[in-house]
């Protein structure tokens, strides 16, 4: 009887039991099944099953948004180091831009170290780069890069941007691990002040979500997500108004060349072996109208007895052509606010004029940077520590990104003319400066090139021109209005360069062994 009794009690007890798990195995699978449905999609590294939200998150470490220069150098970056990267670009035609087609040797040197060198060679008909030539008022002088110490192969390089794009694009994703997609990124997933991925609509519109531990925005000048990762002030201080010019000589081969002309810089420069590019410089944010033949009469009128002579005919045959585009440039100091699981680069970042094409340089720079930075981590997941150390960064890239864009922003400002009288003579010492070879050029050109990224070295050969200027005043002898308008001369000159240091950050840029992100170290458990 008592044995009757304790095998009745344990079939109760397993009968119960069974029916208590069966509830809660149905209750946690119908919630499983509930949150998977809102985010399903294709995971892109197998066969296309749909993944749960908390799978598809491991499934992925980086997602890219945008797949320009930075956005596809980046990928390919990560991808090598072993990182599952979802990349997600608005259009992935060939882009057909007037800027972002000349490299300059220090963007190269880091294209080399990302192992990305083969993208801007013959394949897409880039062109060796060596140096400028330098014109004014009939003169003309050659400012060639020091890459004495360098291999042969080192030089700027220019190209068609979209070409340089796409071979990089393709490189990317010979990488098994790197999914590229084309869609439109229209916010950032946010939990409790954390980004966990994007939201996107993909090609057929449909809207989808993608998560991962660490997103990384890239969408470009025209971003519109960066205003939830920084404290934007863009400026639009000109535009650049485009022409092909085909099948001539330019008067310095291998080499750019900048016009200091009335009212603002004209440059050209090849970008294939038959093509160069002019570029026309336009103060202000409007430009005349090309429909209605302005822009044309304009560049015949205003530009074309600007242009060398051995240019007239080629620049005259493309006016008459037509093919005239237009661009606003922008210029954005670099002004984080560091977010946990998220971080901007390239030009929705940072933006300088793009008079020096230094632009890719900073980009790649970054790139390079943040590769060494993440390298020693395995676990990207606990994003407020990679935050906190991820500040190091915006600390580390200062030497090169200062010096490219305080130079950028103040040579644009030293070649466009003025009324000023101090300013004129401010553009007449650069031109004098320049030309007087030896470190006087070398100096100047070493800091362009991105080869010497030393801000203190900008500010003293900044300062040189505008004393050089002020001897050049006082030669053969003072007088009183000489002696005034010298002092204008250096009031000018501060006037021009200490805003952009101001902008840059004075600490960051001259000191940044004083700021305490310089000495952050990877989260012990975050490392390999």
Known sequence: MVSYEYVLGGVLVSLLGSIFFMIISSTLGGKKQFKA?????????????????????????????????????LAYTLAKEGRRVHVIERDLSEPDRIVGELLQPGGYLKLIELGLEDCANESIDAQKVFGYALYKDGKDTTLSYPLEKYSSDVAGRSFHNGRFIQR????????????????????????????????????????????????????????????????????????????ILENCELPHANHGHVILGDPSPILF????????RCLVDVPGTKVPSVANGEMANYLKTVVAPQVPPQLHNAFMVAVEKGNIRSMQNRSMAANPVPTPGALLL???????????????????????????????????????????????????????????????????KVFCASPDPARQEMREACFGYLSLGGICSYGPVSLLSGLNPRPLHLFLHFFAVAIYGVGRLMFPFPSPKRIWLGARLILSASGIIFPIIKGEGVRQMFFPATVPAYYRSPPVYCRN
């Open 37 to 73: 449905s809102g985010v399903e999609k294709s995971n892109g590294y197998g066969n296309g099953e749909f993944l749960p939200e908390m799978e598809e998150e491991k499934s992925t470490d980086v997602v890219i948004v945008g797949a320009g220069v930075a956005g596809a150098a």
């Open 168 to 243: 990089m694009r393709e490189k990317a994703i010979t990488l098994s691990n790197v999914k590229l997609e084309q869609g439109s990124v229209t916010t950032l997933i946010e939990e409790k002040g954390i980004v966990k991925g994007v939201i996107y609509k993909n090609k057929a519109g449909e809207e989808m979500r993608t998560y991962a531990p660490l997103t990384i925005v890239c969408d470009g000048c025209f971003s519109n997500l960066r205003k939830s990762l920084s404290a934007p002030k863009v400026e639009s201080p000109s535009c650049f108004v485009g022409l």
């Open 269 to 276: 420069y090849p970008i294939s072996s038959t093509e160069v």
């Open 346 to 412: 390239g030009d929705s970042f940072n933006m300088r004029h793009p008079l020096t094409g230094g632009g890719m340089t900073v980009a790649l720079s970054d790139i390079v940077l943040l590769r060494d930075l993440l390298s020693p981590l395995h676990d990207l997941n606990d994003a407020p520590a990679l935050c906190n150390y991820l500040e190091s960064f915006y600390t580390l890239r200062k030497p090169v990104s200062s010096t490219i864009n305080t130079l950028a922003g103040a040579l644009y």
